[in-house]
């Protein structure tokens, strides 16, 4: 019997609508599958980049930590595209820029650059009368009261808006503009890089106290032990390979050989300045710079597998803050070609200067970690009465349970014997003034 002259068409047609479904499918599985795979990147540079990406989704660079980052790139932008005006911040000194003294030569600029300026200024004035006005909105009807009854002069709602231009000039970017521009930059900015390094220091002083914490539950032969231990790492941080001073030829040279895998003669700053930077527009910024500085921090830290990531991004953030330091003269965060190979011809940039790393440094003081420890020894269990700072009532102190098991001293340790089991502890009532001057301490590793 013939089954194929008694089976429909229809059949057939089916048959193959759902091959040709399939093969689209698989073709489709195989594009996606092709474009979603992740590119074999060996390159430490470039892990690196993707690490800085991902810890800020949210953000393009440091700039965007301001609120009127966006405004400040684009000013920035607007300016070095005239060449007499870029000609102008590449011989200013550093404090001719963070004062504003530069915008003394805005008249040199050219009409179609004013032109773009005071249209990027109008954009931002807009900007701020929906900020400004969603402030308000979001204002119960209580507080919009109290705000025109302190401010019937309209004087309070000057201090209310933004001061990083000049409101009263609503249509044209003048001089006085591009003066608060920076002027207010340059305080935010450096605000930004205290606050990390005070976060930093705030991080040292609370693993310190908990290291010291865990020491007071041992008895004293094991405290002796592990303290022992603690000086022999901390010795052992601070004899590392030597470091090149962030920012000179010898340690780009290093990196153009080691990182780069390209011949050390051939070395020439431009075209490193071109390889390093990654996304092409012409500009080095802040996590291009922190790639180029990991090969350094890595000489600190590759002697201990079980260094603190914490410190060496630190490490990383404090050499990069010195290269721009030295290197960018316009203060916005970012390195142009020119001012690169300025910096490396300049006398910072010099090797013989070194570089300290935060292990040769002291992080914070004896009074700084008492005053932190005063704060949490009322609502902490971790550390003995008896080693706390005496309290100023003679109300008994709650011990800890696992405290209580351990035998109570005879008698209070001296001053001495105390500091033997567990050194640089400060001891001291709260009612007891030092006339001592800040005294720098050992940090944990």
Same mark, same amino acid.
């Given at each position: ?389 005496? &309290? /100023?009532? *003679? @109300? %008994?102190?709650? !011990?800890? =349970?696992?405290?209580? +098991? $351990? ?5 209070? &340790? /001296?001053? *001495? @014997? %105390?500091?033997? !089991?567990? =050194?640089?502890?400060? +001891? $001291? ?15 944990? =590793?």
């Amino acid at each position: 019997m013939n089954w194929s002259k008694e089976l429909p068409v229809q059949f057939f047609s089916i048959e193959l609508l759902i091959m040709k479904l399939i093969i689209n499918l698989l073709c489709f599985f195989i594009i996606i599958i092709t474009i979603g795979a992740p590119p074999v990147a060996d390159n430490r540079r470039n892990e690196k980049l993707q690490a800085a990406s991902n810890n800020n989704q949210n953000q393009d660079d440091v700039l965007d930590d301001l609120e009127y980052g966006r405004y400040l790139k684009e000013v920035v932008d607007i300016l070095e595209s005239d060449p007499a005006f870029k000609d102008k911040i590449q011989r200013a000194s550093v404090d001719d820029i963070k004062s504003g003294n530069i915008a003394e030569h805005l008249s040199l600029v050219q009409h179609h650059v004013r032109s773009k300026l005071d249209e990027a200024k109008q954009r931002e004035m807009s900007r701020l009368r929906d900020l400004v006005g969603q402030k308000f909105r979001n204002m119960n009807e209580k507080q919009r009261q109290a705000f025109a009854r302190a401010d019937p002069n309209g004087r309070r709602m000057q201090e209310f808006l933004p001061q990083h231009l000049d409101h009263k000039n609503w249509e044209t970017f003048g001089q006085d503009d591009l003066e608060r521009l920076i002027r207010h930059a340059s305080k935010d900015l450096d605000e930004l890089d205290r606050k990390r390094e005070e976060e930093f220091k705030q991080y040292e002083i609370r693993k310190e106290y908990e290291r010291r914490a865990k020491l007071a539950k041992l008895n004293i032969d094991e405290r002796k032990r592990l303290e022992q231990l603690h000086r022999a790492t901390l010795e052992k941080k601070k004899k590392h390979r030597p470091v090149n001073h962030p920012g000179s030829v010898d340690q780009m040279e290093e990196v153009w050989e080691k990182v780069d895998k390209l011949e050390a003669d051939q070395f020439k700053p431009k075209a490193f300045f071109k390889l390093h930077d990654v996304n092409s527009d012409g500009l080095i910024d802040e996590d291009e710079l922190d790639a180029i500085m990991v090969k350094e921090a890595d000489k600190i830290y590759e002697a201990t597998p079980d260094a603190d990531p914490v410190e060496r991004e630190e490490e990383i953030d404090r050499m990069r803050e010195h290269v721009m330091k030295e290197f960018d003269k316009n203060n916005d965060r970012m390195l142009t070609l020119d001012e690169f190979e300025h910096g490396l011809k300049g006398t910072g940039a010099k090797n013989d200067q070194g570089w300290k790393s935060i292990e040769d440094n002291d992080v914070f003081s004896d009074q700084e970690f008492q005053r932190f420890s005063e704060k949490m020894a009322p609502v902490s269990t971790s550390i003995p009465h008896y080693q706390t700072p005496s &309290p /100023a009532s *003679n @109300q %008994q102190e709650h !011990v800890p =349970p696992e405290v209580a +098991v $351990q035998p109570p001293p005879a008698a209070p &340790p /001296a001053n *001495n @014997q %105390q500091q033997q !089991v567990l =050194p640089n502890m400060p +001891v $001291q009532s709260q009612n007891q003034t030092s006339s001592q001057p800040p005294k720098l301490m050992p940090r944990s =590793p």
